[in-house]
Nanobody
Framework: EVQLQALGRLGAGGGSLRLSCAAS????????IGWFRQAPGKEREGLSCIHNMDGGKYYADVAKGRFTISSDNAKNTVYLQMNSLKPDDTAVYYC??????????????????WGRGTLVTVSS
């Protein structure tokens, strides 16, 4: 079961927000947690993923430099720290879990379990 909870405060333009994703119920350590977003009228896009086995991280170009993925294994939680947010970052953000994925996989269809998503709105 994948659960998603957004924490933090967001200011108008240039703000930061940290999203949290609590994941549990895995029978194998070979899984990855990915962060995705879907803006109105656009396709869902992958942002970043982290692999539980080796802690390997991968970022899509859109996320490089402003977003940071991390995990707290003791809490079974994955975070996405988002800095310098812009109005273009307005979207519903999702975390998802996938099993047996390659190190650079960020295709939504490769991730089987999805959180409910949380809306992030960045005003100008």
């Amino acid at each position: 079961e994948v659960q998603l909870q957004a924490l933090g405060r967001l200011g108008a333009g240039g703000g930061s927000l940290r999203l949290s994703c609590a994941a549990s119920g895995f029978t194998s350590r070979n899984y990855a947690i990915g962060w995705f977003r879907q803006a109105p009228g656009k396709e869902r896009e992958g942002l970043s993923c982290i692999h539980n086995m080796d802690g390997g991280k991968y970022y899509a170009d859109v996320a490089k430099g402003r977003f940071t993925i991390s995990s707290d294994n003791a809490k079974n939680t994955v975070y996405l720290q988002m800095n310098s947010l812009k109005p273009d970052d307005t979207a519903v953000y999702y975390c998802a879990a996938g099993r047996g994925l390659g190190p650079t996989t960020l295709l939504p269809e490769e991730f089987a379990d999805w959180g409910r998503g949380t809306l992030v709105t960045v005003s100008s």
